[in-house]
């Protein structure tokens, strides 16, 4: 008997909720800005915690890797500058060998983003720190096959953009009004026939800073090898950074 009577209170629960046709809305949202400054109270207890692992992550990012001989802005240049050129020529460097090695083909360029470059590098001892600054994100290097039509709408991009994106692997020159008057890669004129490997981020090849080119390539090969990876192991590498600006993309008059 006990067991009816409960199903029948709970019958009369359902109908009753479902009989309700009352509309509830929230009649008022309000929030205020918290501000994270001095006037909040340190947390001694999760400060020592994290002491140890602030020591070790300090050393790490400070330890010297190299030496800068120059001053290095993204400023110093019209269409190619030393630290673009820098970055671009660390890709290619140390994507090949990666690069070759899963596929048995050669990288023929590389194409970065102006825009990428978030810091200077100062003349002096270079950091793993420097590193992070010059590439804060997290973007990995990839291989994009593209036809040789697509580098001639890469080209055309570059024309319009007028702006020193690092390049590596390819030489280019524009007129006074960044009118294309030459492009080669590994030293030929571009073949509309042929498909070339271009190394870049993934953020570009997704169509980041409307490089839409790099869209739907033949084949996209996922490297595994961050480019800021690739900065700090290049720098590892090396005793003295040789950055410079040349020909590599240039206006003749």
Do not use: W
Not at 146 to 162: C, N, V
């Amino acid at each position: 008997m006990k067991s009816i009577q409960k199903a029948a209170y709970i019958l009369g629960l359902i109908t009753l909720v479902s009989c309700n046709k009352n509309a509830y809305r929230n009649s008022e949202i309000s929030g205020k800005r918290i501000p994270v400054d001095q006037q909040i109270k340190e947390d001694t207890a999760i400060t020592n915690f994290i002491q140890p692992y602030k020591k070790h992550i300090n050393a790490t990012l400070d330890s010297i890797l190299a030496f800068n001989p120059t001053s290095l802005s993204k400023t110093d240049g019209i269409l190619n500058t030393a630290i673009g050129n820098l970055m671009a020529d660390i890709v290619m460097e140390q994507a090949s060998p990666v690069f070759k090695n899963r596929t048995g083909e050669d990288i023929n360029m590389v194409l970065l983003n102006h825009g990428g470059i978030r810091s200077t590098l100062n003349k002096g001892n270079i950091t793993a720190r420097s590193a992070y600054a010059l590439m804060p994100f997290e973007n990995e290097i990839v291989v994009a096959e593209l036809k040789g039509s697509r580098i001639q709408e890469m080209l055309r991009y570059l024309e319009d953009a007028g702006t020193p994106h690092p390049v590596s692997g390819i030489k280019i020159q524009v007129d006074n009004n960044y009118k294309l008057t030459m492009a080669k890669i590994d030293g030929r004129e571009i073949d509309s026939n042929r498909n070339y490997f271009v190394a870049t981020s993934d953020y570009l090849q997704q169509g980041g800073d409307n490089m839409n080119f790099f869209k739907n390539p033949v084949t996209l090969y996922n490297l595994d090898y961050k480019l800021r990876n690739a900065i700090i192991d290049y720098f590892e590498k090396v005793d003295t950074l040789d950055a410079k600006i040349d020909d590599r993309y240039i206006m003749i008059d």
